[in-house]
Protein backbone atom coordinates (compact mmCIF):
# COMPACT_ATOMS: atom_id res chain seq x y z
CA UNK A 1 0.00 0.00 0.00
CA UNK A 2 1.07 3.70 -1.03
CA UNK A 3 0.97 6.54 1.61
CA UNK A 4 -0.30 9.20 -0.34
CA UNK A 5 0.23 11.67 2.40
CA UNK A 6 3.95 10.95 1.58
CA UNK A 7 3.67 11.21 -2.12
CA UNK A 8 2.08 15.26 -1.38
CA UNK A 9 5.31 15.56 0.89
CA UNK A 10 8.00 14.14 -1.71
CA UNK A 11 6.06 16.36 -4.53
CA UNK A 12 5.87 19.30 -2.47
CA UNK A 13 10.29 18.75 -1.40
CA UNK A 14 10.72 18.32 -5.24
CA UNK A 15 8.52 21.74 -5.85
CA UNK A 16 10.55 23.63 -3.30
CA UNK A 17 13.87 22.37 -4.76
CA UNK A 18 12.94 23.33 -8.16
CA UNK A 19 12.38 19.64 -9.62
CA UNK A 20 9.25 20.83 -11.32
CA UNK A 21 8.89 17.53 -13.67
CA UNK A 22 9.32 15.37 -10.61
CA UNK A 23 7.14 17.13 -8.70
CA UNK A 24 4.16 17.44 -11.43
CA UNK A 25 4.27 13.02 -11.46
CA UNK A 26 4.14 12.96 -7.94
CA UNK A 27 0.92 15.03 -7.49
CA UNK A 28 -0.31 13.14 -10.30
CA UNK A 29 0.38 9.60 -8.55
CA UNK A 30 -0.85 10.92 -5.53
CA UNK A 31 -4.04 12.33 -7.58
CA UNK A 32 -4.34 9.01 -8.87
CA UNK A 33 -4.10 7.19 -5.60
CA UNK A 34 -6.78 9.55 -4.34
CA UNK A 35 -4.77 11.83 -2.05
CA UNK A 36 -7.15 15.01 -1.59
CA UNK A 37 -4.81 17.32 -1.14
CA UNK A 38 -2.50 16.00 -4.29
CA UNK A 39 -5.36 16.29 -6.11
CA UNK A 40 -6.15 20.03 -5.23
CA UNK A 41 -2.58 21.31 -5.83
CA UNK A 42 -3.26 19.66 -9.51
CA UNK A 43 -6.49 21.22 -9.49
CA UNK A 44 -4.60 24.90 -8.20
CA UNK A 45 -1.81 23.93 -11.03
CA UNK A 46 -3.83 24.01 -13.80
CA UNK A 47 -5.79 26.86 -12.37
CA UNK A 48 -3.02 29.24 -12.67
CA UNK A 49 -0.57 27.25 -14.75
CA UNK A 50 2.07 26.09 -12.44
CA UNK A 51 4.81 23.83 -13.03
CA UNK A 52 5.04 23.75 -16.92
CA UNK A 53 0.79 22.71 -16.67
CA UNK A 54 -0.75 24.90 -19.40
CA UNK A 55 -3.72 26.92 -17.33
CA UNK A 56 -7.13 24.76 -18.07
CA UNK A 57 -9.72 26.08 -16.13
CA UNK A 58 -12.19 23.08 -17.36
CA UNK A 59 -9.83 20.68 -15.94
CA UNK A 60 -8.77 22.72 -12.39
CA UNK A 61 -12.95 23.04 -12.03
CA UNK A 62 -13.64 19.44 -12.34
CA UNK A 63 -10.25 18.82 -9.73
CA UNK A 64 -11.18 20.74 -7.42
CA UNK A 65 -14.57 19.66 -7.18
CA UNK A 66 -13.16 16.24 -7.09
CA UNK A 67 -10.76 17.68 -4.20
CA UNK A 68 -13.85 18.62 -2.44
CA UNK A 69 -15.67 15.62 -2.81
CA UNK A 70 -12.78 14.10 -0.59
CA UNK A 71 -12.79 16.91 2.05
CA UNK A 72 -10.21 19.08 0.85
CA UNK A 73 -9.97 22.42 2.67
CA UNK A 74 -10.22 25.20 0.28
CA UNK A 75 -10.95 23.52 -2.57
CA UNK A 76 -14.80 24.94 -2.09
CA UNK A 77 -13.50 28.64 -1.87
CA UNK A 78 -11.22 27.90 -5.61
CA UNK A 79 -14.88 26.94 -7.38
CA UNK A 80 -16.38 29.76 -6.19
CA UNK A 81 -13.74 31.80 -7.55
CA UNK A 82 -13.91 30.37 -10.63
CA UNK A 83 -17.54 30.77 -11.11
CA UNK A 84 -16.77 34.12 -10.05
CA UNK A 85 -14.63 34.74 -12.89
CA UNK A 86 -17.11 32.86 -15.17
CA UNK A 87 -19.27 35.84 -13.85
CA UNK A 88 -21.84 33.26 -12.25
CA UNK A 89 -22.77 35.08 -8.89
CA UNK A 90 -25.00 32.90 -7.29
CA UNK A 91 -23.13 29.91 -7.96
CA UNK A 92 -20.33 31.43 -6.80
CA UNK A 93 -21.84 32.55 -3.84
CA UNK A 94 -23.30 28.91 -2.50
CA UNK A 95 -19.42 28.10 -3.23
CA UNK A 96 -18.17 29.86 -0.29
CA UNK A 97 -21.51 29.12 1.21
CA UNK A 98 -20.25 25.39 1.56
CA UNK A 99 -16.84 26.79 2.57
CA UNK A 100 -17.99 29.05 5.37
CA UNK A 101 -20.25 26.13 6.37
CA UNK A 102 -16.67 24.17 7.41
CA UNK A 103 -15.65 27.06 9.86
CA UNK A 104 -13.44 28.90 6.91
CA UNK A 105 -13.02 32.17 8.18
CA UNK A 106 -11.64 33.71 4.97
CA UNK A 107 -15.10 31.79 3.64
CA UNK A 108 -16.79 33.88 5.89
CA UNK A 109 -15.37 37.39 4.91
CA UNK A 110 -15.82 36.16 1.30
CA UNK A 111 -19.68 35.83 2.11
CA UNK A 112 -19.68 39.12 3.87
CA UNK A 113 -18.81 40.79 1.06
CA UNK A 114 -21.21 39.39 -0.71
CA UNK A 115 -24.02 39.96 1.70
CA UNK A 116 -22.67 43.88 1.58
CA UNK A 117 -22.53 44.38 -2.15
CA UNK A 118 -25.79 42.22 -2.82
CA UNK A 119 -23.48 39.85 -4.90
CA UNK A 120 -25.06 36.89 -5.71
CA UNK A 121 -27.69 37.19 -2.59
CA UNK A 122 -29.57 39.49 -2.09
CA UNK A 123 -27.99 42.58 -0.02
CA UNK A 124 -28.11 41.90 3.97
CA UNK A 125 -25.77 44.57 6.10
CA UNK A 126 -26.64 42.74 9.53
CA UNK A 127 -25.83 38.81 7.85
CA UNK A 128 -22.78 40.38 6.59
CA UNK A 129 -21.54 41.55 10.37
CA UNK A 130 -22.51 38.30 11.47
CA UNK A 131 -20.32 36.64 8.69
CA UNK A 132 -17.56 39.55 9.19
CA UNK A 133 -17.85 38.65 13.19
CA UNK A 134 -17.63 34.92 12.40
CA UNK A 135 -14.36 35.43 10.38
CA UNK A 136 -12.79 37.66 12.79
CA UNK A 137 -13.01 34.68 15.71
CA UNK A 138 -12.29 32.11 13.54
CA UNK A 139 -8.82 30.38 13.61
CA UNK A 140 -8.87 29.45 9.65
CA UNK A 141 -7.78 32.77 8.32
CA UNK A 142 -5.21 34.86 7.43
CA UNK A 143 -3.68 38.31 9.76
CA UNK A 144 -4.61 39.77 6.65
CA UNK A 145 -7.77 38.71 6.12
CA UNK A 146 -8.77 39.20 10.21
CA UNK A 147 -7.93 42.71 9.59
CA UNK A 148 -9.71 43.41 6.61
CA UNK A 149 -12.72 42.06 8.25
CA UNK A 150 -12.05 44.31 11.40
CA UNK A 151 -11.61 47.03 8.85
CA UNK A 152 -15.29 46.35 7.22
CA UNK A 153 -16.45 46.03 10.55
CA UNK A 154 -15.24 49.54 11.39
CA UNK A 155 -16.64 51.32 8.68
CA UNK A 156 -20.35 49.37 9.10
CA UNK A 157 -20.58 50.25 12.81
CA UNK A 158 -23.02 52.98 13.94
CA UNK A 159 -21.02 56.24 14.67
CA UNK A 160 -21.74 58.15 17.71
CA UNK A 161 -23.33 61.90 17.88
Known amino acids: MVNTNALYRIADAA ?16 AALGDAFC ?7 YDVGELGVAPDKVRAMQLY ?12 SNIAIL ?10 FQWFK ?12 DL ?19 CLATAMASE ?3 EFERE ?9 RPRAM
Not at 100 to 105: E, N, S, T, Y
Not at 112 to 130: F, S
Not at 148 to 156: C, D, G, N, P
Open 83 to 92: YRERGNRRAM
Open 39 to 45: VFRLAHM
Open 15 to 30: EEAGNHEFALQSYERG
Open 112 to 130: AKCYLEGTGVRKCVQTALR
Open 140 to 142: YIS
Open 65 to 76: RRAWRKGCPGAA
Open 148 to 156: EAQSIMKTL
Open 98 to 109: READKDDGSAHL
